[in-house]
């Protein structure tokens, strides 16, 4: 999948996350080495409590447009468990890989009563069977072990990189950090970054 | 840190399209930027706020819309380059302005961006803005990709001073809110010799109005020469097609996208057109002549198809007969936003030629699978959202006083009370302001017997941008309501930008703080003020307030953003629940916190029976604490 052009990644998660961001920050440090990347972005309203997904896509070639079409994800991200099972519905395919932070973002419909949010199972078996590897990993737990549950969205970026199927090794992903972050937030960005690092296998 | 400004030339960035256009700006060497924010179009002005200092340029946050285009307009007079920015409800502000500016014309280089929103993701309403080019004899530019973003902008000026009038430039949400690499050009400085000079008499206005609508059509005549040599207009694919797409702005992307999909390169070709109005005519009809089925992909409504059409139907003879396909055929639908798939579809049912984006048994295990959940996530107040509190004291104030009360609403952050994480407390929507002018119709129709309390509510920046004038006519005309002023001290919905309630300019430089409370007692109004998260005495106020029938007064609901006090100061409170308390279902109070008060930081653990805090969410503002009949919902000051 490392040779796929346009490589298509799907980051979905919930407003607040901190997914625009990491969606940036995965696309600066792919235009400095010389990728095009595109991405596009649900924004405005959303950022409050909406789902928030950004499609990015990378490419030797050329420049793609902001959306990625049904069924041509190649990759999906999820900061909240629930979101990455609801893009597979909509863009997944049997080669499609998925890693997910495992931590719910209960919908209001599930504060009020109105719906049940799945089981963990339910979701970790749907995220299974809907692609070729999945990975449940608990970036909000590591998050919040480093004291900012924001920083579940750098550990997400780091188990991204950690799956091996970005063309560009995990040290240029850190020397973007170190570019775009500030100085005294950069240490624990680059911890949280190499603790995602280390949760996930290469799957290329 | 490198940004717009200081970027070095010749190299690769990934900049958001509007980020591109202020980079575009910078490179044409403008002097001055103004905007009122709305998404999606905010960060074009943001962006040249944040380096204005390094740029040598001037930018404002102007009240609305319409004063600033007049303040760019007169930058343009005095000979500086200016740009301005808005959504499509803002260019509606602006028009009247506008309208009478296409016929008096410009003088350096002023472009106007307005930004689309289709789909509505982000606006009450779904508009395009492109017919206005039309209607004001205007050039209208398109771009289609993240470096036409920037080159198009610095090329919009160069247009708007060979014609000497404004030059409009259309983005939509997935053009101005995505991102791509865009190869850095030279910028330019500003003109600082800025000196007005009105060498005719009239120069400077619309009239003699015949005369100068004359004129300003002529300009356009000039502009359709210039489109058909412009390099923003091509075409791809094969000479004698099948089937000719043409396209604009968005649709560009996602028809090469839907033409690989379906293999079609060697029958399909394509007309990407950046310059849309006045149309390049004899561009187009030389490619409309080489076929007989036409398919118009474009955002919003069928601008660009009618303008084709009429092109045709101008000199049938020189084309031919074309078959037209796009949104009056019903093969690309006439609302909601476009995207390859709708593309795709449409080519593959006018070609009759297959496509399956997903292999029918995945799709089928996905829907069963992913079936399991299908409420969507509403969008509502953040945890710790002061117009959360202040729409509960709403909602008893108008429980208590009995009489039917409602609340008229506009645009903001609290038009999201229309939902129920502000209890269904807003009852209008339409435009900035209309919460307050509205409220002088109710208000006024007590000889009808109408005998509801009416509540207009708004907010601080709403409040400046257009209900001054509505809370002026309402007084004049004794109307009877309560302004309810949602004072967050930021346009919070939009990116948190200042306001003449902040005292702090675009710029980040001090300003004088207009008090909202100040205004209306010097409009003679009975003022009171209320912090919202004091759900006792908010709701007292309001009650009182309601209740001092005649004429109009105010409540001004105060409290910082929640999400503007986050980034600088630790939450007030830590909020946690004593289970021993929280008897859940068997209290009688029917899980009013996560059933009706609908706080995200407030969860309902059904297998408990108890009410959990989400450490992860909660803003820890305390408010739920007060909600909770049973005092079951504890809060532990903070060391601040």
Same mark, same amino acid.
């Given at each position: 999948?490392?040779?796929k052009?346009?490589?298509?990644?799907?980051?979905?998660?919930?407003?607040?996350?901190?997914?625009?961001?990491l969606?940036?920050?995965?696309?600066?440090?792919?235009v400095?080495?010389g990728?095009?990347a595109?991405i596009?972005e649900?924004?405005?309203a959303s950022?409050?409590?909406g789902?928030?997904?950004?499609?990015?896509?990378?490419s030797r070639e050329k420049?793609?447009?902001?959306?990625i079409a049904?069924?041509q994800?190649?990759i999906?991200?999820?900061l909240?468990?629930l979101?990455?099972?609801?893009v597979l519905a909509?863009?997944?395919?049997?080669?499609?890989?998925?890693?997910?932070n495992?931590?719910?973002?209960f919908?209001?419909a599930?504060?009020s009563?109105?719906?049940?949010?799945?089981?963990p199972?339910?979701i970790?078996?749907a995220l299974?069977?809907?692609?070729r590897?999945a990975w449940?990993?608990d970036?909000t737990?590591?998050?919040?072990?480093m004291?900012?549950?924001?920083?579940a969205?750098?550990?997400?970026?780091?188990a991204?990189?950690?799956t091996?199927?970005?063309p560009?090794?995990?040290?240029?992903?850190?020397?973007e950090?170190?570019?775009?972050?500030?100085?005294?937030?950069?240490?624990?960005?680059?911890?949280?970054?190499?603790?995602?690092l280390a949760?996930?296998?290469?799957?290329? | 840190? !490198?940004? *717009?400004?200081?970027f070095e030339? #010749?190299t690769a960035?990934l +900049?958001?399209?509007?980020? &591109?256009?202020?980079?575009?700006?910078l490179?044409?060497?403008?002097?001055f930027?103004?905007a009122?924010?709305?998404?999606?179009?905010?960060?074009?002005?943001?962006?040249?706020?944040e380096?204005?200092?390094?740029?040598?340029?001037?930018?404002e946050?102007?009240?609305?819309e319409?004063?600033?285009?007049?303040?760019?307009?007169a930058a343009?007079?005095?000979?500086?380059? !200016?740009? *301005?920015a808005?959504?499509?409800n #803002?260019?509606?502000?602006? +028009?009247?302005?506008?309208? &009478?500016?296409?016929?008096?014309?410009?003088n350096a280089?002023?472009?106007?961006?307005?930004c689309?929103?289709p789909?509505?993701?982000?606006?009450?309403?779904?508009?395009?803005?492109?017919p206005v080019?039309?209607?004001?004899?205007?050039p209208?530019?398109e771009?289609?990709?993240?470096?036409?973003?920037?080159?198009?902008?610095?090329w919009a000026?160069?247009?708007?001073? !060979?014609?000497k009038?404004?030059?409009?430039?259309?983005?939509?949400?997935?053009t101005?809110?995505?991102?791509g690499?865009?190869?850095?050009?030279e910028?330019?400085p500003p003109?600082?010799?800025?000196k007005?000079e009105?060498a005719?008499?009239?120069?400077?206005t619309?009239?003699?109005?015949?005369l100068?609508?004359?004129?300003a059509?002529?300009?356009m005549?000039?502009?359709?020469?210039?489109f058909e040599?412009s390099?923003f207009n091509?075409y791809?694919?094969?000479?004698e097609p099948?089937l000719?797409?043409v396209t604009?702005?968005?649709?560009?992307?996602y028809?090469?996208?839907?033409?690989?999909?379906l293999?079609?390169?060697k029958t399909?070709?394509?007309?990407?057109?950046?310059a849309?109005w006045?149309?390049p005519e004899?561009?187009?009809?030389?490619?409309l002549?080489?076929v007989?089925?036409?398919?118009v992909?474009?955002e919003?409504d069928p601008?660009?198809e009618?303008?084709l059409k009429?092109?045709?139907?101008?000199?049938?003879?020189a084309?031919g007969a074309v078959?037209f396909?796009g949104?009056?055929?019903?093969h690309?639908p006439?609302?909601?936003?476009i995207?390859?798939?709708?593309v795709?579809?449409?080519?593959s049912?006018?070609?009759?030629?297959?496509y399956?984006?997903?292999?029918a048994?995945?799709?089928?295990k996905?829907?069963?699978?992913t079936?399991?959940?299908?409420h969507?996530r509403?969008v509502?107040f953040c945890a710790?959202c002061p117009?959360?509190?202040t729409?509960?004291s709403?909602?008893?104030?108008l429980k208590?006083?009995?009489r039917?009360?409602?609340v008229?609403g506009?645009?903001?952050?609290y038009?999201?009370?229309l939902?129920?994480?502000?209890f269904?407390?807003l009852?209008?929507a339409?435009?900035?302001?209309s919460?307050?002018?509205m409220a002088c119709?109710?208000?006024?129709l007590?000889?009808?017997?109408?005998?509801?309390p009416?509540?207009?509510?708004?907010?601080?920046?709403t409040f400046f941008?257009a209900t001054?004038?509505?809370?002026?006519?309402?007084?004049y005309?004794?109307?009877?309501?309560?302004?309810l002023?949602?004072?967050?001290?930021?346009?919070?919905?939009?990116?948190?930008?200042p306001?003449?309630g902040?005292g702090?300019?675009?710029?980040?430089e001090?300003?004088?703080a207009?008090?909202i409370?100040?205004?209306?007692r010097?409009?003679?109004?009975?003022?009171e003020?209320?912090d919202?998260?004091d759900?006792?005495?908010?709701?007292k106020k309001l009650?009182?307030l309601?209740?001092?029938?005649?004429g109009?007064?105010v409540l001004v609901?105060r409290?910082?953003?929640a999400?503007?006090?986050a980034?600088?100061?630790?939450?007030a409170?830590?909020m946690?629940?004593?289970a021993?308390?929280c008897?859940?279902?068997?209290?009688g109070?029917?899980?009013i916190?996560t059933?009706?008060?609908q706080?995200?930081?407030?969860?309902w653990?059904a297998?408990?029976?108890?009410?959990?805090?989400d450490?992860?969410?909660c803003?820890?503002c305390?408010?739920?604490a007060?909600?909770?009949p049973g005092g079951a919902i504890?809060?532990?000051?903070n060391?601040p």
């Amino acid at each position: 999948m490392k040779d796929k052009d346009p490589l298509n990644i799907i980051i979905t998660g919930v407003g607040g996350q901190g997914n625009v961001l990491l969606s940036q920050l995965a696309g600066k440090a792919l235009v400095r080495n010389g990728y095009h990347a595109t991405i596009g972005e649900t924004y405005g309203a959303s950022q409050r409590g909406g789902a928030v997904m950004s499609h990015l896509r990378v490419s030797r070639e050329k420049q793609y447009g902001p959306l990625i079409a049904q069924g041509q994800a190649d990759i999906v991200l999820g900061l909240e468990p629930l979101e990455a099972m609801r893009v597979l519905a909509q863009y997944g395919n049997p080669d499609v890989i998925v890693v997910s932070n495992s931590r719910p973002i209960f919908p209001p419909a599930v504060s009020s009563g109105d719906a049940e949010y799945p089981t963990p199972e339910q979701i970790g078996g749907a995220l299974k069977q809907l692609s070729r590897k999945a990975w449940l990993v608990d970036a909000t737990d590591i998050a919040l072990e480093m004291g900012a549950p924001i920083l579940a969205n750098i550990v997400m970026m780091g188990a991204l990189v950690g799956t091996g199927l970005l063309p560009l090794g995990p040290e240029l992903f850190e020397t973007e950090l170190a570019e775009s972050l500030k100085r005294d937030r950069l240490d624990i960005n680059i911890t949280a970054f190499r603790r995602g690092l280390a949760l996930v296998g290469d799957a290329a | 840190m !490198a940004n *717009v400004a200081t970027f070095e030339p #010749g190299t690769a960035q990934l +900049l958001m399209g509007n980020e &591109g256009i202020a980079r575009g700006a910078l490179e044409a060497g403008i002097g001055f930027a103004a905007a009122y924010p709305g998404t999606p179009s905010s960060e074009i002005i943001g962006t040249l706020a944040e380096v204005a200092k390094e740029a040598g340029i001037y930018v404002e946050w102007s009240v609305n819309e319409k004063v600033a285009l007049e303040a760019a307009t007169a930058a343009s007079f005095a000979g500086v380059r !200016a740009i *301005v920015a808005m959504k499509q409800n #803002g260019l509606n502000v602006a +028009l009247d302005f506008l309208m &009478g500016l296409g016929m008096t014309g410009t003088n350096a280089g002023l472009v106007l961006v307005t930004c689309d929103d289709p789909g509505a993701l982000s606006s009450t309403e779904e508009e395009d803005s492109r017919p206005v080019a039309k209607w004001a004899c205007l050039p209208l530019l398109e771009p289609a990709t993240f470096q036409e973003e920037k080159d198009m902008t610095k090329w919009a000026f160069e247009l708007s001073e !060979a014609l000497k009038t404004v030059c409009l430039l259309r983005g939509v949400t997935r053009t101005s809110h995505a991102r791509g690499d865009v190869r850095i050009g030279e910028s330019l400085p500003p003109n600082r010799e800025a000196k007005f000079e009105a060498a005719v008499p009239l120069q400077y206005t619309s009239l003699p109005a015949p005369l100068k609508h004359g004129l300003a059509h002529q300009k356009m005549d000039r502009a359709r020469e210039i489109f058909e040599d412009s390099p923003f207009n091509w075409y791809e694919g094969p000479e004698e097609p099948e089937l000719l797409i043409v396209t604009c702005g968005s649709g560009w992307f996602y028809s090469l996208e839907a033409v690989e999909a379906l293999g079609v390169e060697k029958t399909v070709g394509i007309l990407k057109l950046g310059a849309t109005w006045p149309l390049p005519e004899k561009l187009v009809r030389r490619r409309l002549a080489r076929v007989e089925k036409v398919l118009v992909v474009e955002e919003i409504d069928p601008f660009l198809e009618g303008n084709l059409k009429e092109l045709v139907g101008e000199d049938p003879a020189a084309v031919g007969a074309v078959k037209f396909y796009g949104k009056r055929s019903g093969h690309i639908p006439l609302s909601g936003e476009i995207n390859p798939d709708i593309v795709t579809n449409a080519l593959s049912r006018i070609l009759g030629k297959e496509y399956e984006p997903v292999d029918a048994d995945y799709a089928q295990k996905a829907l069963g699978l992913t079936g399991l959940f299908t409420h969507p996530r509403m969008v509502g107040f953040c945890a710790g959202c002061p117009h959360r509190a202040t729409f509960w004291s709403v909602k008893n104030a108008l429980k208590m006083d009995g009489r039917g009360g409602f609340v008229t609403g506009d645009i903001g952050c609290y038009t999201m009370a229309l939902g129920p994480t502000g209890f269904w407390q807003l009852k209008t929507a339409q435009a900035m302001g209309s919460a307050a002018g509205m409220a002088c119709g109710f208000g006024n129709l007590g000889g009808f017997g109408f005998k509801q309390p009416v509540i207009a509510a708004c907010g601080d920046s709403t409040f400046f941008h257009a209900t001054i004038p509505a809370l002026i006519s309402g007084i004049y005309n004794r109307a009877n309501y309560t302004l309810l002023v949602l004072d967050n001290s930021a346009t919070a919905m939009t990116g948190f930008q200042p306001h003449p309630g902040t005292g702090v300019t675009a710029m980040g430089e001090p300003a004088p703080a207009i008090d909202i409370a100040a205004v209306c007692r010097a409009l003679g109004l009975r003022v009171e003020v209320a912090d919202p998260f004091d759900l006792k005495d908010t709701t007292k106020k309001l009650l009182d307030l309601i209740q001092d029938e005649g004429g109009v007064r105010v409540l001004v609901s105060r409290r910082e953003c929640a999400l503007v006090r986050a980034r600088r100061e630790k939450p007030a409170y830590r909020m946690r629940v004593d289970a021993a308390r929280c008897i859940g279902e068997s209290c009688g109070c029917a899980r009013i916190c996560t059933r009706v008060f609908q706080c995200p930081g407030l969860i309902w653990d059904a297998a408990d029976g108890v009410a959990k805090i989400d450490e992860v969410i909660c803003a820890g503002c305390g408010v739920c604490a007060d909600v909770c009949p049973g005092g079951a919902i504890i809060r532990e000051a903070n060391q601040p």
